[in-house]
């Protein structure tokens, strides 16, 4: 199986970045698109940004566009998220996620995604 351990979380102001970072272990990694979804208190899960195994295609909530980067280090079995120009709207647990693909697609669906890491927390101060 795959197991996801995020970091990087944490406490910034507003206007503030912050990089996420994914680890993988077990499967090979390059076998996987990969996801991040995040979760604020009293909300459901949403979607924030994927990327394709090959890392080639990159997709995001409208939310985050401009603001956050995706990008992926398949040597380094790891994913990342750039997070700038923080908005307290951004304030969640932000969960990485893997999807099993056997062609060169991703998912903007959480069901979608078969393994999930643990969750980090974001919080950004006004």
């Known amino acids: 199986q795959v197991q996801l351990v995020e970091s990087g979380g944490g406490l910034v102001q507003a206007g503030g970045s912050l990089r996420l970072s994914c680890a993988a272990s077990?499967?090979?990694?390059?076998?996987?698109?990969m996801g991040w979804f995040r979760q604020a208190p009293g909300k459901e899960r949403e979607f924030v940004a994927a990327?394709?195994?090959?890392?080639?295609?990159?997709y995001y909530a409208d939310s985050v566009k401009g603001r956050f980067t995706i990008s992926r280090d398949n040597a380094k079995n790891t994913v990342y998220l750039q997070m700038n120009s923080l908005k307290p709207e951004d304030t969640a647990v932000y969960y990485c996620?893997?999807?099993?693909?056997?062609?060169?697609?991703?998912?903007?669906?959480?069901?979608?995604?078969?393994?999930w890491g643990q969750g980090t927390q974001v919080t950004v101060s006004s």
């Open positions: 077990g499967r090979t990694f390059s076998n996987y698109a």
């Open positions: 990327i394709r195994r090959s890392g080639g295609s990159t």
């Open positions: 996620a893997a999807k099993y693909s056997l062609y060169d697609t991703a998912s903007y669906y959480a069901r979608g995604y078969d393994y």
